[in-house]
């Protein structure tokens, strides 16, 4: 089955902008299917930050923006903290009948 | 308070089988789209299975034919029952809700680890 590409690891320092790319393909985010994003700490579950390509839960900081176009999507963090230092993850729905992950990108803050 | 908890992970040897438990509260499972995900130990997320509103279930491949996912609405609670174990499916199973069809998982219970090994 499908599996979304993200970039292993992407870094910056405090306050800075970072993004995160979600390549998917025809059959998934090119299918014109949603795509969420999660933040996983070390040892805990993961948390949805972004819904439906653009939408933020409640209670997720507005320094977390995401966008989609054709066959990608991306997760963009601004006013980079120390507490962002996580995994994130991006999902979607494939034609497949599944639904697929991303492979995981590390953010680092310096 | 709307939440989720796996029970029933453990040690089981290779071709051995084991019944996970997903006990939710807060809201009805059997009118939400319920979903299994997996965790290999120090590996990314993967798409296990999902149990529609309606009853329809779907596997991934890697699982298709050894697991079953199931839910009790007497006890608002979802299962996988997991048959013909290998080492590839030791991870941290998690239970989570989606918000609709195809849709981004919105609660997660915390996890249940099962580990196949001899």
């Known amino acids: 089955q499908s599996v979304l590409t993200q970039p292993p690891s992407v870094s910056g320092a405090p306050g800075q902008r970072v993004t995160i790319s979600c390549t998917g393909s025809s059959s998934n985010i090119g299918a014109g299917y949603d795509v969420h994003w999660y933040r996983q700490l070390p040892g805990t579950a993961p948390q949805l930050l972004i819904y439906d390509n653009i939408n933020r839960p409640s209670g997720v900081p507005d320094r977390f923006s995401g966008s989609k176009s054709g066959t990608s999507a991306s997760l963009a963090i601004t006013g980079l903290q120390g507490e962002d230092e996580a995994e994130y993850y991006c999902?979607?729905?494939?034609?497949?009948?599944?639904?697929?992950f991303g492979t995981g990108t590390k953010v680092t803050v310096l | 308070e709307v939440q989720l908890v796996e029970s029933g992970g453990g040690v089981v040897q290779p071709g051995g089988s084991l019944r996970l438990s997903c006990a939710a509260s807060?809201?009805?499972?059997?009118?939400?789209?319920m979903i299994w995900v997996r965790q290999a130990p120090g590996k990314g997320l993967e798409w296990v299975s999902v149990i529609y509103s309606g009853g329809s279930v779907y596997y991934a491949d890697s699982v298709k034919g050894r697991f079953t996912i199931s839910r009790d609405n007497s006890k608002n609670s979802l299962y996988v029952q997991m048959n013909g174990l290998r080492a590839e499916d030791t991870a941290v199973y998690y239970c989570?809700?989606?918000?609709?069809?195809?849709?981004?998982?919105?609660?997660w219970g915390q996890g249940t680890r099962v580990t196949v090994s001899s």
């Open positions: 999902q979607s729905y494939d034609s497949s009948l599944s639904y697929v």
């Open positions: 989570a809700r989606a918000l609709d069809y195809g849709g981004g998982l919105d609660i």
């Open positions: 807060g809201f009805i499972v059997s009118i939400n789209y």
